[in-house]
């Protein structure tokens, strides 16, 4: 299926190359700035029933427009962005249906196993989704933090999909390397995580097609969802046609509920 998004940097919904979100002055690549609100697109999403979508705060300055989204959709979009024990309660109060989070549940490169139990005494693991975004590195797929600078040495694998899952409601896996590049997915992540995961996982990551939709169904076994950013022509691509994945999941639903 599916899965739509909204990225927010700096207030505005914007389309950007993943790997070039932090570095050198200068190296952040953007793709697409829009001129509508979160709130627009949130509507839009709403409007159409498409669910399981996201909302990620690239940064601060994020959380107003964070806000009116989950305002106009409550209990229709993820939120993800700085959370954490702490505050991911005051999000999912605020509409979201689940809080995403990352960076917060590693210390030193490692899975912090009380953080993450911490959390989950918080807000539970039916409304906890872990972002387990990776770049590669040799032969494998390491989760990376801090907006994708850091790589941990946690490895994306069967076990620690499997491990993971008692912990959470769901996962959602960026494939750093060809986020924002519309250059096609990366299979053979797509093929790992729908042999893996026994949860409902979205992937993200350089679909530039409605085929790469197709694909991402096929590989992950039915198993693993697809959110599309920058070829989406509401971010101001022209490799797919946002009716055309609306089309695609009411499709989908009326096979599966023959």
């Known amino acids: 299926m599916f899965r739509p998004c909204i990225d927010l940097h700096e207030g505005k919904v914007k389309q950007i190359v993943g790997g070039t979100l932090e570095g050198a002055p200068g190296r952040l690549r953007t793709n697409f700035v829009s001129d509508r609100s979160a709130a627009w697109f949130a509507e839009l999403y709403r409007r159409d029933g498409l669910t399981g979508g996201h909302i990620i705060m690239l940064g601060p300055g994020n959380e107003t427009e964070a806000r009116a989204a989950l305002a106009v959709y409550p209990g229709g979009l993820q939120i993800g962005g700085g959370l954490n024990a702490s505050n991911a309660r005051a999000w999912l109060d605020a509409g979201a249906s689940h809080v995403i989070v990352t960076s917060w549940v590693f210390r030193d490169g490692r899975l912090d196993s009380a953080r993450l139990n911490e959390l989950v005494k918080a807000v539970g693991k039916t409304r906890l989704v872990l972002?387990?975004?990776?770049?590669?590195?040799?032969?494998?797929?390491?989760?990376?933090?801090?907006?994708?600078?850091?790589?941990?040495?946690?490895?994306?694998?069967?076990?620690?999909?499997?491990?993971?899952?008692?912990?959470?409601?769901?996962?959602?896996?960026?494939?750093?390397?060809?986020?924002?590049?519309?250059?096609?997915?990366?299979?053979?992540?797509?093929?790992?995580?729908?042999?893996?995961?026994?949860?409902?996982?979205?992937?993200?990551?350089?679909?530039?097609?409605?085929?790469?939709?197709?694909?991402?169904?096929?590989?992950?076994?039915?198993?693993?969802?697809?959110?599309?950013?920058?070829?989406?022509?509401?971010?101001?691509?022209?490799?797919?046609?946002?009716?055309?994945?609306?089309?695609?999941?009411?499709?989908?639903?009326?096979?599966?509920?023959?």
């Open 131 to 258: 972002d387990l975004s990776c770049r590669r590195r040799g032969d494998n797929y390491f989760v990376v933090t801090d907006r994708w600078q850091k790589f941990t040495e946690l490895a994306i694998s069967v076990e620690t999909l499997e491990s993971l899952a008692h912990s959470c409601a769901g996962f959602l896996v960026h494939a750093v390397d060809v986020e924002g590049l519309c250059r096609g997915i990366d299979r053979e992540l797509v093929e790992k995580l729908g042999r893996g995961s026994p949860i409902p996982t979205t992937y993200a990551g350089g679909a530039n097609s409605i085929a790469d939709l197709e694909e991402v169904t096929r590989l992950g076994r039915g198993r693993i969802d697809l959110t599309i950013g920058s070829a989406l022509d509401i971010f101001g691509g022209n490799g797919v046609k946002y009716a055309e994945v609306v089309a695609f999941n009411r499709r989908r639903a009326k096979v599966a509920s023959v």
